[in-house]
Nanobody, 118 residues
Framework: QVQLVESGGGLVQPGGSLRLSCAAS????????MYWVRQAPGKGLEWVSA????????YYADSVKGRFTISRDNAKNTLYLQMNNLKPEDTAIYYC???????????WGQGTQVTVSS
């Protein structure tokens, strides 16, 4: 069955860095755009970043542009999010996600907690 397993979260000081990973299985990873989405405490879901199937086009929310970098390794079925210069407002649970072209299916991982605090 489809599985998305995020890892790499943790507690980091402002200005620090983390690298999130999302290990994918149970579907053809290389055929799907992949997304990172986050949810801050008490807030709704916020789209963070997207990457195309080949990994050569990436898109970012304005709030993370210039600080976060999305990438993928199709040989390893793994999605990444490199997060630099982290801010307290980046504190959230981070989820990886993919969906069908017409949203006929929509899969999420269990999430990984990122806490930015001094």
């Amino acid at each position: 069955q489809v599985q998305l397993v995020e890892s790499g979260g943790g507690l980091v000081q402002p200005g620090g860095s983390l690298r999130l990973s999302c290990a994918a299985s149970g579907f053809t990873f290389s055929n799907h755009w992949m997304y990172w989405v986050r949810q801050a405490p008490g807030k709704g879901l916020e789209w963070v970043s997207a990457i195309n199937t080949g990994g050569d086009s990436a898109y970012y929310a304005d709030s993370v542009k210039g600080r976060f970098t999305i990438s993928r390794d199709n040989a390893k079925n793994t999605l990444y999010l490199q997060m630099n210069n982290l801010k307290p407002e980046d504190t959230a649970i981070y989820y990886c996600n993919f969906r069908g072209v017409f949203n006929e299916y929509d899969y999420w991982g269990q999430g990984t907690q990122v806490t930015v605090s001094s």
